[in-house]
């Protein structure tokens, strides 16, 4: 769902076509310029060895790098840097799971951070289908047992209030309007927001949990989650783009089944937050690959 929420591991690797933050835009020219030296003097001061550049990403440039002790790496720049400083922060916090990269070194005044390179770094969608659900369920499992810090200032609620915001301005265009229409985008408010209130359990989430932001990391290691966008709610969030993304393949119902069993969570409330989803998927898949199996079924869930 990267094309939902944010930049996916294109986002914080900058490996991927199809990066969907925000982009690097003509405004940044005199940063880029400045990149090259940039990176050359942040390799003089922490001692690292500066390799390929990865593909551009979403308003970050990242190179390949090797740590002073041999530890492969990436240096990620960005001219962003409050934004930078937010996910040094995040990949902080989720540190004592272990299912995150870890930060080498940072430095929030010159827009940088140096992280672990995730090897071998198979995309999950890319992994043998049969475990991933209870791999998946391991990941949540580590990454919910992180206690929220005091005062997060970012919750569930808050994610969905800028989401359906910022996709639903989508529904203007007549190609999408059309399709996913503003009933169903209206159905998804509310039972978001039945969910919303719903909430028992809440835990610190990764936010942004698709099948791109999880890489493998090794037999020792499992699964290791990128791009975190860090928020307070119900635990099934964490599952749910998983889910959807069985649309067009399995079936998002049989998926759920699956995925919930796996990761012991509450199937009819992973499924509630399935039909939450669905829409923004649609607009998505309307936007990106046009499959159209995958968005016949997300504008089934819709209805």
């Known amino acids: 769902m990267a094309a939902v929420w944010g ?4 986002g914080e690797y900058g490996r991927g076509p199809r990066a969907v933050g925000r982009p690097l835009r003509s ?13 050359a003097r942040l390799a003089a001061r922490w001692g690292f060895e500066l390799g390929a550049r990865f593909q551009s990403g979403a308003s970050s440039v990242v190179l390949r790098c090797q740590w002073p002790d041999g530890t492969p790496a990436v ?16 990949l902080s916090v ?3 799971s ?8 940072a430095d929030a005044e010159a827009g940088a951070m140096v992280l672990e390179e995730v090897l071998p770094g198979t995309e999950a969608e890319d992994m043998p289908q049969t475990s991933l659900p209870q791999q998946w369920g391991e990941l949540l499992a580590a990454l919910h047992s992180v206690a929220p810090p005091a005062r997060w200032p970012l919750d569930l609620r808050g ?10 301005r989508r529904l203007s265009e007549p190609a999408i309007g059309a399709r ?37 990391g090794g037999p020792s290691r499992g699964l290791i989650a990128i791009d975190l966008k860090a928020c307070v709610g119900d635990p099934c969030f964490d599952a749910v783009d998983y889910v959807v993304a069985g649309a067009g393949q399995e079936g998002v119902e049989a998926r759920c089944h699956r995925v919930a069993t796996a990761c012991e969570l509450d199937r009819d409330r992973l499924y509630a937050w399935s039909r939450v989803i669905a829409p923004m998927a ?12 995958v968005i016949e079924e997300l504008l089934s869930l819709s209805r």
């Open 282 to 293: 649609a607009v998505a898949h309307l936007t990106y690959d046009g499959s159209e199996p």
């Open 94 to 96: 989720f540190a004592p």
């Open 180 to 216: 996913v229409g503003h009933a169903a985008w209206q159905r998804a408010i509310r039972r978001c927001e039945t969910l919303l209130d719903s909430q028992a359990r809440l835990v610190l989430l990764h936010g942004d949990l698709h099948l791109g932001n999880v890489l493998g």
């Open 7 to 10: 930049a996916s591991r294109r």
């Open 27 to 39: 405004e940044a020219e005199g940063w880029l310029a400045e990149v090259p030296d940039l990176a």
């Open 75 to 90: 240096l990620k720049l960005s001219p962003d840097r409050a934004l930078l400083a937010k996910q040094v922060e995040m």
């Open 98 to 105: 272990g299912r995150v990269p870890a930060v080498l070194s």
């Open 159 to 168: 994610r969905f209030d800028e989401a359906f915001v910022r996709i639903g």
